[in-house]
């Protein structure tokens, strides 16, 4: 079945419904966008929907994870060409109870949605659900997985997760500084104090180890099973961690540098140099090879094994494990400690299965839940406690905390 008719002059405007459904999911879309895809639909015709599919595509999609978006929405309104004209109607209907959900929550949102008349004011939304929420609202965007968001909880999130704070404490470093505690004499120190009394020794300075604010690394897992945490957590970790030294890389089926992204003060200014910068995102994980390319090209990035590394993934890894085993033992001998952020932990029965998530269990210092706002807000309490937590402790899972001590 074809979307619209042609003859009848109806396939502009399925074309304009397609891309305002579009953008209510939010996928960034203009209307010179929407021209060239008119253009572009009048050039290849109808009778063939892969090539309808790929023409549209190619002009009204600009990034990876908008992809999938787009093929959800085509796909249903190839389906049912009515719901395009109902979509420039802006009378969109509603998902069926007897459909199952597996249509991502950006998109059942646009197909669900009522907008108002064109010519209005547009509105943001979020701000004025973030005025306006209730308790209830609070609560359940607190401790929803970031996975089922939908478009306009989405954004509110994003920008909610940028005012958590990551304060992490700092710990005695190798200089020091005379004071009232140490385990040795500051002579220096003492020679002075004797020489502002008179010759007389008050009290004996002691060395003690200055406080230091560890560098970070933080790898962060951009594949298809973490395209909705990938984007809440480079916004969350740009602002929660600008008081330490850190070194930002995102990791599928390639090892990407985000360093120079990190480097901007905006955090919108960086995720848009991070999507530039990132040609695999939503596809495949091969934490192996990314971290021979780390330890081959970026390991200065190590400081002196005082960094502490923050390894965000499901574990749901396709390359070689053996590969993947020798990489991870590297990683933990130049690290002080490495912590596995893991969004599955929000499952109940989870337990690391898969090869990939085998090996960094194996090998992690320890492993936290990621998945919604309320375990972004206590990461680094959790940290801290972890931590203080002896190396050579056995780990074993807290399933009240979600986490492993």
């Known amino acids: 079945m074809k979307l619209g008719d042609a003859r009848s002059g109806k396939l502009p405007q399925n074309i304009v419904g397609l891309g305002r459904a579009l953008r209510r999911a939010g996928v960034p879309i203009d209307s010179q966008g929407m021209a060239l895809a008119i253009e572009a639909a009048s050039i290849v015709g109808l009778e063939r929907k892969d090539d309808l599919h790929a023409a549209l595509g190619t002009v009204l999609i600009h990034r990876q994870q908008d992809?999938?978006?787009?093929?959800?929405?085509?796909?249903?309104?190839?389906?049912?060409?009515?719901?395009?004209?109902?979509?420039?109607?802006?009378?969109?209907?509603?998902?069926?109870?007897?459909?199952?959900?597996?249509?991502?929550?950006?998109?059942?949102?646009?197909l669900a949605a009522?907008?108002?008349?064109?010519?209005?004011?547009?509105?943001?939304?979020?701000?004025?659900?973030?005025?306006?929420?209730?308790?209830s609202d609070r609560h359940r965007l607190q401790h929803a997985d970031f996975a089922t968001l939908n478009a306009s909880e989405f954004r509110l999130i994003e920008r909610l997760v940028r005012d958590i704070p990551l304060s992490l404490a700092p710990v005695p470093g190798r200089r020091t500084r005379a004071g009232t505690r140490g385990q040795r004499p500051h002579w220096p120190a003492a020679m002075q104090q004797a020489g502002r009394s008179e010759g007389e020794l008050l009290w004996l300075p002691q060395r003690a180890r200055r406080p230091q604010v560890l560098p970070l690394l933080v790898l962060v897992d951009?594949?298809?099973?973490?395209?909705?945490?990938?984007?809440?957590?480079?916004?969350?970790?740009?602002?929660?961690?600008?008081?330490?030294?850190?070194?930002?890389f995102a990791f599928g089926t390639d090892l990407s540098d985000l360093r120079p992204a990190f480097k901007h003060k905006d955090t919108d200014r960086m995720l848009e140099e991070a999507n530039t910068r990132i040609s695999d995102f939503a596809g495949g994980?091969?934490?192996?090879?990314?971290?021979?390319?780390?330890?081959?090209?970026?390991?200065?990035?190590?400081?002196?094994?005082?960094?502490?590394?923050?390894?965000?993934?499901?574990?749901?890894?396709?390359?070689?494990?053996?590969?993947?085993?020798?990489?991870?033992?590297?990683?933990?001998?130049?690290?002080?400690?490495?912590?596995?952020?893991?969004?599955?932990?929000?499952?109940?029965?989870?337990?690391?299965?898969?090869?990939?998530?085998?090996?960094?269990?194996?090998?992690?210092d320890g492993m936290l839940a990621v998945h919604n706002l309320s375990k972004l807000e206590d990461l680094a309490q959790a940290i801290s406690k972890l931590m203080k937590r002896s190396s050579h402790s056995p780990i074993s899972f807290d399933r009240r905390n979600s986490s492993w001590t």
């Open 67 to 110: 992809m999938e978006v787009f093929d959800q929405l085509f796909s249903a309104l190839f389906r049912n060409p009515e719901l395009a004209q109902q979509l420039l109607a802006q009378m969109l209907p509603k998902v069926r109870q007897g459909q199952p959900p597996s249509r991502k929550a950006r998109v059942q949102e646009a």
């Open 114 to 135: 009522t907008s108002k008349k064109e010519g209005g004011p547009r509105q943001e939304s979020e701000i004025q659900l973030d005025a306006a929420m209730t308790a």
């Open 222 to 248: 951009i594949s298809g099973s973490m395209e909705r945490y990938a984007r809440l957590l480079l916004a969350f970790l740009h602002q929660a961690t600008r008081a330490h030294p850190r070194s930002v």
């Open 285 to 364: 994980t091969r934490l192996g090879a990314s971290l021979t390319t780390l330890r081959e090209r970026h390991a200065r990035c190590l400081v002196g094994r005082r960094t502490m590394v923050l390894l965000i993934s499901d574990g749901l890894d396709t390359g070689a494990p053996e590969q993947l085993q020798s990489e991870v033992q590297w990683l933990k001998r130049h690290c002080r400690q490495l912590f596995w952020l893991n969004p599955l932990l929000r499952f109940d029965g989870y337990a690391p299965l898969a090869s990939g998530a085998q090996v960094l269990h194996q090998h992690a």
